[in-house]
């Protein structure tokens, strides 16, 4: 069996699946699907980023979700990658959206409705420069924490992407003065990321609030494949639980680490990733060496 991987914010580039726009009719279709849904011009965002609005988050989300379910409905009308073929999926943050989608539990219309709420929430979740992220290098969750705890640092484990790479949230002014304490603390890197926000943190608890609202309204559908949800890494098949890990999600970590050691332990071998850039493909070649990853985003990736 293969499972299949979505991305999250970041991976995100100018032009994105626009080679699957001109050459399948189903991704034309997409775009133009969404487009209407969200009333949100997706071709001159994601092919020409006017206005800059592709790095926007009320943008961002609702544009990599599009390209990535355009590759994937792309993909299945050449490879008949049906869900009855597919054991798992899974993505990361917003990725688990597309998952949700793909997986045809939740339908694409109210999965764009969704996602654009989201990104608009996120967006106005807190007034802009006061909060942000910043990827560490070089040590695993576990000892960052602990960072954090010995140092009282006033942030918290955002991303847990890799045994080497963790993302960190927190006031913009304590993520600067952090740095010097993670540095003398066998931290390799340092990066500020250039994103709006301190996405996955306590800063978000209001619009997780208002979004897992919108998302009790969310009509899910009983079929065979399973979810490895962000929230708690863990398989799931029981769309309550689903539901309720994806209300959590907003303002609490992403466990991308211990959501591929749980695939890893099934025995599956093979991993697609489809969407934009290959940023999870890289993730997880560093959490472990037993799949076999496929990156699906341009369309010579399908010969």
Avoid at 44 to 56: C, Q, R, T
Avoid at 111 to 120: A, D, V, Y
Avoid at 153 to 178: C, F, M, P, Y
Wanted: with cysteine; aromatic share 6%; proline share 2%.
């Amino acid at each position: 069996m293969t499972s299949i991987v979505f991305p999250g914010q970041g991976s995100q580039t100018v032009g994105m699946a626009k080679d699957f726009y001109e050459n399948f009719n189903i991704a034309k279709q997409t775009f133009e699907e969404i487009g209407d849904y969200t009333k949100i011009d997706l071709k001159k965002i994601i092919f020409d980023n006017d206005e800059n609005k592709l790095n926007l988050t009320q943008f961002t989300q609702i544009c990599i979700f599009t390209a990535s379910y355009a590759i994937y409905r792309s993909l299945n009308s050449v490879r008949d990658l049906k869900v009855d073929n597919i054991e798992i999926m899974l993505g990361h943050s917003l990725g688990e959206y597309t998952a949700l989608a793909c997986s045809e539990k939740i339908n694409l219309k109210d999965c764009c409705l969704i996602l654009k709420k989201r990104g608009e929430l996120m967006n106005l979740a807190v007034p802009p420069n006061e909060t942000g992220m910043a990827a560490l290098i070089g040590l695993p969750a576990n000892k960052i924490q602990k960072i954090i705890d010995t140092n009282n640092l006033k942030l918290e484990i955002a991303n847990d992407n890799s045994e080497i790479q963790i993302v960190i949230s927190g006031n913009i002014e304590d993520l600067k003065k952090s740095r010097d304490f993670f540095l003398k603390n066998n931290v390799k890197k340092f990066i500020l990321l250039n994103v709006s926000a301190a996405f996955h943190s306590k800063y978000m608890i209001d619009a997780q609030k208002k979004l897992a609202e919108e998302i009790d309204k969310l009509t899910f559908k009983k079929n065979k494949i399973k979810i490895i949800s962000n929230y708690d890494a863990n398989i799931h098949d029981d769309n309550i639980v689903i539901k309720k890990n994806l209300k959590n999600q907003m303002a609490n970590r992403v466990n991308w680490t211990q959501s591929i050691k749980k695939l890893e332990e099934t025995g599956e071998s093979k991993i697609i990733e489809i969407g934009p850039n290959k940023v999870l493909s890289g993730l997880i070649k560093r959490i472990t060496d037993n799949f076999d990853i496929l990156s699906i985003n341009q369309v010579s990736d399908l010969k």
